[in-house]
């Protein structure tokens, strides 16, 4: 069936370190693709998304690519902050089932200053 | 964008009580969903809310242990019924809106089971 892997956590940063966060999907047709991020005590937040082959997501320094080929949508940031401190959740959108998202299982990204 | 607001935020309960959730959605929205997080897990979907007809489980989820309303496109209420200590969670809200299918989140409602 459909599903997301994400590289598992937690991940710890120095502050201004490169981060990137694996995820893989398997699915049948064409999802949607996004990064949701929870920060400590807070709601989940859309981060950023795509929704074809080859587009880029972004939003706040993070970017992701959808690849098709790799059936890949690795986050990455070129320098974290403290801020950026919060647990993060790969997903994928299957129109074919209603629009539901089906969640990774979440990868833990501490930085340090 | 849509503003999802669901109570009760939290709430301590005893076993064997049910407790019903309400969210609430600041605009129509064509899909809504119940997730379930359990401590340190992921989201895992509970059941689509269907507006004007019985909700849509995913494996796993029974309508006599989690039922759902959806009377109209901007309500939905999840109860948890009979509870125990393993249904200790965060049940999150969410809505479907505009065409890339981004779901919008409620901030979730934390239930202790004792």
């Known amino acids: 069936g459909d599903s997301v892997t994400q590289m598992e956590g937690p991940v710890t940063l120095s502050e201004e370190a490169f981060l990137t966060i694996n995820c893989t999907y398997t699915?049948?047709?064409?999802?949607?693709l996004f990064w949701y991020v929870q920060y400590p005590g807070e709601g989940l937040q859309l981060l950023l998304k795509a929704t074809k082959a080859d587009d880029k997501g972004s939003n706040k320094g993070f970017e992701a690519t959808y690849r098709k080929e790799t059936t890949s949508f690795h986050l990455e940031k070129g320098s974290v902050q403290v801020s950026d401190s919060a647990v993060y959740f790969c997903a994928l959108g299957m129109w074919n089932q209603g629009g539901k998202l089906i969640f990774g299982q979440g990868t833990e990204l501490s930085v340090k200053p | 964008s849509a503003v999802i607001s669901q109570k009760p935020s939290r709430d301590i309960c005893q076993r064997g009580t049910s407790l019903t959730i309400q969210c609430q959605v600041d605009?129509?929205?064509?899909?809504m969903f119940w997730y379930r997080q359990q401590p340190g897990q992921s989201l895992t979907l509970i059941a689509t809310a269907n507006q004007g007809s019985e909700a849509t489980y995913e494996s796993g989820f029974v309508i006599d242990k989690f039922p759902i309303s959806r009377p109209n496109l901007t309500f939905s209420t999840l109860t948890v019924s009979n509870m125990s200590p393993e249904d200790s969670s965060i049940y999150l809200c969410s809505a479907r809106g505009g065409q890339t299918g981004e779901l919008f989140f409620g901030e979730g409602s934390r239930l202790t089971v004792l």
């Open positions: 605009s129509q929205v064509t899909m």
């Open positions: 699915a049948t047709g064409y999802p949607s």
